[in-house]
């Protein structure tokens, strides 16, 4: 394995030598974060470049967590991140000199996903969070055949996790829950999909621009009374149909630079053309009260 | 210029020692800031490991030692038999050229990166285990002591070969002149003198397996739970701290518990390797 790490330094070591041999210092971009929002801002940082072939945007993924990790840290300038920021990450990043602005870019619909084996096609949210803290733990609980229910889930570093466990897992709880500790931690969304694949047993969550069609969603109710919704259905989503959505986030270290690369690169995310992308990667565009959130800070870069 | 080339390298023989010595004291100043929040009891004698609970953090290791061992002991005894037996084929009975052709497809295993032995376990082996038992998912400790053990392979093998071949050839002219025939040669005379040889192959085929990350990380499944057999996913400390380590913050209690797991890792490699050292003396002490 030490051998293989060397090799992706000397390729790294490379890549960067070139990278400081043609381009500008000012003109590159270091993203990181977020594993579900990673493919989506690489789609993003690539028609960037085709308008503005001198930029260098670097994205990477690793998880909400380690994204924010690197911010506070100082290694990027952006964190992309399927989570809102804690306050003490915030704490933590003014202890280094450092506080982030927050916008928001896409809006994410979370599936629910199981084997298509599997009868059961539809959950209340009280049901999926019960399944999450093992009170629900075979499937005949919920109208399925007999068989213990295998639950997937992400590693603690990733947005998806902590929103799932708070949204879904913390469901109308009157006191604090924990995922159950039998869950399987998968290292991203297609490794929970090719888990919960090959698994007849098997639950998980993941960001809908993951989900193909050999696994099936899940559609869920907010409740017994309101009723069972698809997230793969564009109009539940922007109706607030869908119980579980969530905004994509990117933080930057600080208010952008007025027509510095971190303003435009987020001006050209939030443009028509940037949305059009969003959705082109499986996910929803930004809403009115988010637009309106972005528009403050933009304005007062701008001002 | 004799006494330069000298000093050259007693220097390099020394930095070595210079070099585990500044891990362990690096491991140590920043692993033991850790119990200023944690109390040593729930470190090491609780089960639950959960350094980001939405409840309240908590911070046994237990069963991470627990993953760890499952997955050191089920590879060894994998890697052991299949590994010794294919070193005493190589080393006694194989033919010149079909000794060419194995040993560079042996020495071929330790230059596959972990990482796609990870994706072959889990897209093929992972789904195959799945099969065979009747399980739900493959992601368990079983799945990741084979790929672990193919890993461990090519230093047990290699090791051992070389302990076997130099066991003096009249040892076992001897014995054949005794009238003794291949089998009770290489059983009651070769292995037996190479003994010292095998264990050091095996004591650093362990460390191996104790310090493997990648494909653990990718096929134990790395649920929290304490894990109870075979089958169960396991989170060994390697892939805890390597999960972990991406998301905390310089200084931060969790950062500081990492190192300290890095330090029980680091304790119990160094106690195989001493065990491995005072078992070869006294083996050369018996002779």
Redesign the interface.
Known sequence: ?N??YGVILIIVAGALALGCVGQQPGESLDIKGSDTMVQLVADMAESYNEANPDADVIVTG??S??G??AL??GEVSIADSSRPIKAK?ID?AKGKGIEPWEFIIARDGLAVIVNPDNPVTELTMDQVGAIYRAEIINWNQVGGED??I?LYGR???SGTY?FF??HV??WEQA????Y????????GNK?IA??VK?????IGYIGVGYVTGEIRTINVAEDNESGYYSPLDASNVEQGLYPITRPLYQYTSGKPDKDRITHDFLQFELSEEGQKIVENAGFYPINLDDRASNEEKISAIEG | MDRTIAWFFAFNGISTIILVLGIFIFLAIIGLQAFAHISPFEFFFSTNWNPTSYVKPSWGILSLVVGTLYIAIFSLIIAVPLGVACAIYLAQIASPTMREILKPAIEMIAALPSVVLGLLGLLILAPLIADIFGLNSGLNALTASILVAIMALPTIISISEDAITSVPKSYSDASLALGANNWQTIRHVIVPAALSGIVAAVMLGLGRVVGETMVVLMVAGNARALPTGFFDPVRPMTATIAIEIKEVVVGDVHYQALYAVGLVLFIMTLAVNFAADIYLHRQEGNK
């Open positions: 394995m051998k293989y690793g998880g967590g380690t924010i990790a506070i840290n990450e933590q068989g213990e295998t590693q603690s570093t902590e466990l708070k897992v913390n006191e604090k829950q924990d159950s500790p039998g869950m399987l931690n998968m290292e490794a090719d888990g090959a698994d007849p047993s098997g």
